[in-house]
């Protein structure tokens, strides 16, 4: 059985692209740049950035578009052109330190967004991205003293009680500290005052309640759920919520809603079959969602081993075997299949 999920990185990527697209009768799919709508905003970006060759911020734009289709390594590469052009070009290294900085680069995000305080002391975004490098360092002394820095700038800072919350978290997993415990979600809900839409905050407070044992675990999964409907995530540790307290029906709807939602995870799949297995005791059903979850990852080793212990107790020994060295073969460290099938021999 699969457990919830959080964020748990330390790192957060905030970049924002020129616009969503949007649908209109003439043009079925449009983007919007500066209020204007671009029927192709690749062409047009590339049409600015040829027109345009000294201009940095052109670049900028197109780095930006470029990172919302996924496109990282150009999207880098057209960061660094803009900086080459315009060493104060700020947004564009903000936006650069903070790519280096989801890529682990740390020494070359420190550098840049040291350069940016150097430039613009006030710059909440250098200031941020620097308590995250520390904090994954880890020196949290470093990267609390940034956070404060950056809340004596704009004390409305959602994203850095967001992240002061994450440090306390942090902290007390690693003590065990109830003062951390309270910290982390007060920050976490000062983070949701400042903005009622931060969906993360939402889903870490959600995820420490239910580590806590606590029904207020599920109106902060929920509260997600507002802002992202079919947040995988958070249907999935609804999934979980009620499947740790047996509540079956609940459990099996939210997987169900995932499943809508994105056929292709395995997760979903594996934790209905092992509800059947454990808990309702529906072999057949258990069977058919394990063998689901392995044909979506042929790799799903507890998979594989719980379709040989489905098998085994619905008396087809020869499956039985035949699964448990599958979970063998996709992990050979895997003592528990190694256990199962020996004891079928």
Known sequence: M???????SLIFLFFSCAGDPVESENNPVVSMVDSVPIIDSMTYFNQQVEENPGNADWLYQRAVFLLAEGEVD???YDLEQAIRLDSIHLDARLMYANLQLSLTHLDTSKYHYEFILEKDSANTGALMGLSKMYALVPNMAAANAHLSQALRIDPNL??????RGIIYRSDYYETGRKESWERAVSSFQ???EQDPDYYEAYIEMG???DQSGSDLALEYYNSALDIYPESQEAWY?????HQNRR???EALSAYRKINQIDSTWADPYYNQGYIHLVITEKLDSAIYFLSLATERDPNYFQAFNNLGLAYELSGDISNAKKYYQK???????????KENLNSLK
Do not use: C, H, W
């Not at 540790?237 to 919520?241: C, E, L, P």
């Open 2 to 8: 699969k457990q919830s999920f959080a964020i748990g």
């Open 74 to 76: 150009r999207s880098k």
């Open 158 to 163: 959602a994203e850095a009680y967001f992240m």
């Open 190 to 192: 000062t983070a949701v």
């Open 207 to 209: 995820v420490m309640y």
């Open 237 to 241: 540790n609804i999934g979980m919520y």
């Open 247 to 249: 509540n079956i029906e």
């Open 327 to 337: 979970a063998i073969d996709a992990n050979p460290e895997f003592d528990l299949a």
